[in-house]
Each structure stands twice: as C-alpha cells, then as structure tokens.
C-alpha cells in the first residue's frame, strides 16, 4: 500500500474555509497567526531548543470583531487518508499551548476539519481521547487521539461561538465537569 503524499495545500484549504466562515459572520476580521510567518531561522531555532515552547505552537488565526473580543484559532484538518478514521489527532504540545493561551483569559477555539470546534481544554477531559504513538510522518511528536464520537457532546459549530464572543457570554460555556481535576 502506498502512503499518499501530504499536500500543503489541503491544510491551508482547512485555513482558508476557517477564515472565510468566521468572515462570513458580520464585524469579525481574521489574520493569520502561525509559526508560518516567520522565518526558516526563527522556525529552526524554536524547534531545535529542547525547551518547549508555546512559541513554537502558535494558534493558526486570530480573529477580532469590530465591537468586542478576540479569539485565536487553533485549526485541526485531517489528510486525505484520515477522512474516514473516527478520530481526530492534535499534538500534545499544540494543546498544551492553547491551553496556556487560554490561561491568559484569551478565548481559543480548536476548530476540527468539520468546523466543529471546542476549547482546548475540553479535549483531554472527554474520557475516550488517549495518547498515540509518536507519528511516523510530520514531526515524530506525540499526539492525542480525539474520539469525533464523544467530541460531539462538547463542541458546537463555529458560528455559535462567534455569536457568544459577540454577546460576551464565551466563558459560559464550558460545562463545570470538563474542568474538575480528581487528585
């Protein structure tokens, strides 16, 4: 069986939709974010210092609205040959920085290849998504495997969160349990 190649251009496909969509929306404006505009130097040293950084993670957009309130966007596709798998898949140090992002009262949105979306740190609550072996493509970091299944019960569409953003009301909803700790 031969693996397909990763085009490119499908991920920045799943960006643009993600723009375009949050556009769509009345007052809201979306700019890029991501590790993308920096330089290859830059790009290397961030990866090359064996310190984690959520530099290194940078969300994909952020987007503004012109009466209140920001968010960034973490987008997550899927390939080609994933379009049928019943998981999706984010580094375990990409969640880590959108979780760090959000400690900072910074609304994130993970937006999954659907356009469902959710925040960050509802996705290692959720009790099917599990630790997957290092990837043998892309960046041989460790990653979690996200159930689509159970990620339905705490995502919405995009536009309802934007809606939210814009009546104030984001950090309402979370469910309280997703967030309790058990010792």
Known sequence: MTTPEINPDHFE????????????????????????LFDETTKRNLHNQGVESHLRHLPDLIATHKSRGHVLIECKSVT?????????SIEVASLDACMRWAQYSTPVLIVWHDLSACRPHSV???PS?????????GSNDPYYLVDRKDLREVSSRLSYYLHRLV??????LDQPPLFEVNP
């Open 13 to 36: 496909a799943h960006e643009l939709l993600v723009c375009q969509t949050i556009e769509d929306h009345d007052g809201w404006h979306v700019e890029r974010m991501d590790t993308k």
């Open 80 to 88: 080609e040959w994933h379009l049928n798998s019943p998981y999706y």
């Open 124 to 126: 290692p609550a959720l």
């Open 129 to 137: 998504t599990r630790l997957g072996p290092p990837s043998a493509r």
């Open 167 to 172: 009546a104030g009301r984001f950090n309402d």
